[in-house]
């Protein structure tokens, strides 16, 4: 079955520390992948994407990705976080044979001073 | 960059009456328009797709009575909640996707917060 997961349900970072968000798929084909960042009670802001080309994407904010096919993963990093990053991020896909989104789980990031 | 406008952002109704959320794509035509449902503390689930001047497809387990959707023009869907019920309570976002393909990314609204007493 067709699945994004996002294994870290919470993280918490401390300020100017590095972050990592894991994001993995599980698709026949390498899909189209995204990630995005919500605010509370907020909508959903796209941070960066990769459907070809370069593997490691940049991104808003000083976010980066790097898309590793032969791990199915497609993980979010940033080298020094800021107390305004606390948000959800959502991992997500779509296919080739698809037409909308579909998302992981979901991580929480707490940023502690 | 593409900017989607939902409103209203914040709703509280009244078990039985109908509430209507609008998405709009402002400075982009939508050719089509998914609308989202959000539970708290949790990811989104797809109700229902939409392209401009055709029926919504709704995805399995969401009825198409209760959330009606229309996308009436190439800036415009709307979703309509009838007979609101307390169960219907959520966090409801729209997204869009221009012409370019889905490659090129999804533009979100900033959501609707439905209260049904």
């Known amino acids: 079955a067709q699945s994004v997961t996002q294994p870290d349900i919470h993280i918490t970072v401390s300020e100017g520390a590095s972050l990592e968000l894991r994001c993995n798929y599980s698709y026949g084909a390498t899909p189209y992948l995204f990630w995005y960042v919500q605010s509370p009670g907020q909508g959903l802001q796209l941070l960066l994407k990769y459907f070809s080309g370069d593997t490691l994407v940049q991104g808003i904010k000083g976010f980066e990705a790097e898309f590793k096919r032969s791990q199915s993963s497609f993980n979010l990093r940033k080298p020094s976080v800021h107390w305004s990053d606390a948000a959800e991020y959502f991992c997500?896909?779509?296919?080739?044979?698809?037409?909308?989104?579909?998302f992981g789980t979901g991580t929480r990031l707490t940023v502690i001073p | 960059g593409a900017v989607v406008s939902q409103h209203p952002s914040r709703v509280i109704c009244k078990s039985g009456t109908s509430v209507k959320i609008e998405c709009r794509s402002l400075?982009?035509?939508?050719?089509?328009m998914f609308w989202y449902r959000q539970f708290p503390k949790k990811s989104l689930m797809l109700m229902a797709t939409?392209?401009?001047?055709?029926?919504?497809?709704?995805e399995q387990g969401v009825e198409k009575d209760k959330f009606l959707i229309n996308h009436a023009s190439l800036t415009l869907s709307t979703l309509t909640v009838t007979s609101a019920h307390p169960e219907d309570s959520s966090f409801y976002i729209c997204?869009?996707?221009?012409?370019?393909?889905?490659?090129?990314?999804?533009?979100f609204g900033s959501g609707t917060r439905l209260t049904v007493v």
């Open positions: 997204s869009a996707r221009g012409d370019r393909g889905k490659g090129y990314g999804y533009t």
């Open positions: 997500a896909v779509v296919t080739a044979g698809a037409n909308n989104l579909f």
């Open positions: 939409s392209n401009e001047g055709s029926k919504a497809t709704y």
């Open positions: 400075d982009f035509q939508a050719t089509t």
